[in-house]
T-cell receptor, first 113, second 111 residues
Framework: NAGVTQTPKFQVLKTGQSMTLQCAQDMNHEYMSWYRQDPGMGLRLIHYSVGAGITDQGEVPNGYNVSRSTTEDFPLRLLSAAPSQTSVYFC????????????FGPGTRLTVL | EDKVVQSPLSLVVHEGDTVTLNCSYEVTNFRSLLWYKQEKKAPTFLFMLTSSGIEKKSGRLSSILDKKELFSILNITATQTGDSAVYLCAVEAGGADGLTFGKGTHLIIQP
């Protein structure tokens, strides 16, 4: 199993550009989520999904869209990038029950100029 | 609003020392508390705690949860330079809202 994979690893955008961060998992996990990590802020939840076709907002959803058309994939879209979205983005997944740990992908480091 | 507070935010000790990292929380419908280790990449899972007073142990690391006082500690004995990392505490609460993380403790082990 590859676990949770994310692409790209690094990305530089100009303000106003759009892009999609990819996340995929091969563990047949129902639950997937996106976090951003900023210095001194810990990880903060952006969006999450409890299964294909179901998504919901986390703590900091503004400026981001998600969709979940398959169990495996959970892309994160930045509609119009802003410098405040410069961050490291982590995707995570976990199995169906509540008492399982979340597995994190390797992260995408995004810089918005 | 769910809240997780870790202390200290940073800690520098010498190799061989024992350290205790703290995590307190205020959440609605607590389910579990998790500890992660992060070394400049993705967080890696250490422990999940759901019941009070039951110590989880893995090698030189151990952790315990107090659900009455709403805190957990992570102990590392006989520290090594490879223990240098950011240690994250996170809480899973009721519903499907993901994890609420603390800001982390940046631990530096000096040779």
């Amino acid at each position: 199993n590859a676990g949770v994979t994310q692409t790209p690893k690094f990305q530089v955008l100009k303000t106003g550009q759009s892009m999609t961060l990819q996340c995929a998992q091969d563990m047949n996990h129902e639950y997937m989520s996106w976090y951003r990590q900023d210095p001194g802020m810990g990880l903060r939840l952006i969006h999450y999904s409890v299964g294909a076709g179901i998504t919901d907002q986390g703590e900091v959803p503004n400026g981001y869209n998600v969709s979940r058309s398959t169990t495996e994939d959970f892309p994160l879209r930045l509609l119009s990038a802003a410098p405040s979205q410069t961050s490291v983005y982590f995707c995570a997944s976990k199995g169906g029950t509540s008492y399982n740990e979340q597995f994190f992908g390797p992260g995408t480091r995004l810089t918005v100029l | 609003e769910d809240k997780v507070v870790q202390s200290p935010l940073s800690l520098v000790v010498h190799e061989g020392d024992t350290v205790t990292l703290n995590c307190s929380y205020e959440v609605t419908n607590f389910r579990s508390l998790l500890w992660y280790k992060q070394e400049k990449k993705a967080p890696t899972f250490l422990f999940m705690l759901t019941s009070s007073g039951i110590e989880k142990k893995s090698g030189r690391l151990s952790s315990i949860l107090d659900k009455k006082e709403l805190f957990s500690i992570l102990n590392i004995t006989a520290t090594q330079t490879g223990d240098s990392a950011v240690y994250l505490c996170a809480v899973e609460a009721g519903g499907a809202d993901g994890l609420t993380f603390g800001k982390g403790t940046h631990l530096i082990i000096q040779p």
